[in-house]
């Protein structure tokens, strides 16, 4: 007789905090400030992100022992210029083509994952983060039903 396991979805579900953050400042400038606000370490990835073959994301990443957490900055979008190869009046031309980790959160500039016990974000984060003078706001992301979460598997 065949013994049949079954997991339940909690099982193979990571525990995380995702903030949105609105900020013009590039990514190497807000993984400093970051850093700095709130006595982190991020650090460039060696790899980025890829979620296709058309285009990757650049990352910043951490892994914090002490409080067993593992930060993860993700810039939001991605923009792919190509020229065209036409041969007519548009042949000088480029198009540009713009990528979305989380499309349904078009307008965020990037996101600030926290994979933790709690699926609470710390009130001293938020309060650090909002501090910063480049960020023009930051909120949490309700996980649960987001269309595009595979695309922030790590």
Excluded at 1 to 24: G, R
Excluded at 30 to 58: C, Q, V
Aim: proline fraction near 2%; charge should be negative.
């Amino acid at each position: 007789m065949i013994t049949l396991h079954k997991f339940s979805d909690d099982f193979c579900e990571e525990n995380y905090v995702l903030i949105a953050l609105h900020s013009n400042l590039e990514d190497y400038a807000l993984a400093y400030a970051l850093n700095d606000a709130l006595k982190i370490s991020l650090e460039r990835s060696k790899t980025d992100l890829d979620i296709s073959n058309e285009t990757s994301f650049p990352i910043y990443e951490w892994k914090d022992r002490l409080n067993e957490r593992y930060w993860t900055l993700i810039l939001n979008t991605s923009i792919k210029e190509e020229y065209l190869e036409v041969d007519n009046l548009f042949s000088n031309e480029t198009s540009t083509t713009v990528y979305h980790i989380l499309p349904e959160y078009k307008d965020v500039d990037y996101l600030l994952k926290i994979e933790q016990e709690e699926d609470e974000a710390d009130s001293g984060i938020m309060d650090s983060i909002l501090e910063i003078p480049k960020i023009i706001t930051a909120y949490q992301i309700e996980t649960d039903n987001l269309k595009s979460k595979q695309n922030l598997i790590i």
